[in-house]
């Protein structure tokens, strides 16, 4: 059994993918008009920010984007889920040649810096995310 979590993916650091949510909504849309997409307005204490479902192969994943701090993540996500979801996030999403980083609650918690993500494929993004995740779990084991 695979370890499961959230994945952020983020804009290298001074860097903007001029994400919108109108423009993530209707990515999502395109590929399948029956996504789940909810826009919460925020509050005067908090920024709005557009959740989503969307369904790659046999998972279908929760996720949600800011504008500030600008980035998108999914919750309880594999590594083979979250290398689906980074290549189409990267494909239909984010600008070319803008970078993408990454980071899962795990680094967060161990306080390890964003990750540039990998320009390869599936199996290049499944292994950086599982030694990531390795790497992650076992500082904060140790913490």
């Known amino acids: 059994m695979e370890l499961r979590g959230m994945y952020v993916f983020t804009p290298a650091p001074g860097r903007t993918w001029g994400l919108t949510y109108e423009t993530l909504a209707a990515r999502l849309r395109e590929r399948d008009p029956r996504e789940t997409i909810r826009l919460d307005r925020g509050r005067p204490d908090r920024e709005a920010c557009l959740h989503f479902g969307i369904t790659l ?3 279908t994943l929760e996720g949600k984007a800011l504008l500030s701090p600008e980035g998108v993540s999914v919750a309880d996500c594999s590594p083979r889920s979250a290398a689906a979801f980074a290549i189409w996030l990267r494909t239909h999403v ?3 040649p803008a970078p993408i980083t990454f980071n899962t609650e795990w680094g967060l ?4 810096p964003d990750t540039p993500l ?8 499944v292994a950086a995310f599982r030694t990531h995740l390795t790497t992650a779990t076992r500082l904060t084991a140790h913490a």
Request: proline share 17%; charged share 20%; net charge neutral.
């Open 57 to 59: 192969g046999a998972a």
């Open 94 to 96: 984010v600008p070319r």
């Open 109 to 112: 918690d161990a306080d390890l």
């Open 118 to 125: 990998p320009r390869g494929h599936h199996p290049q993004l």
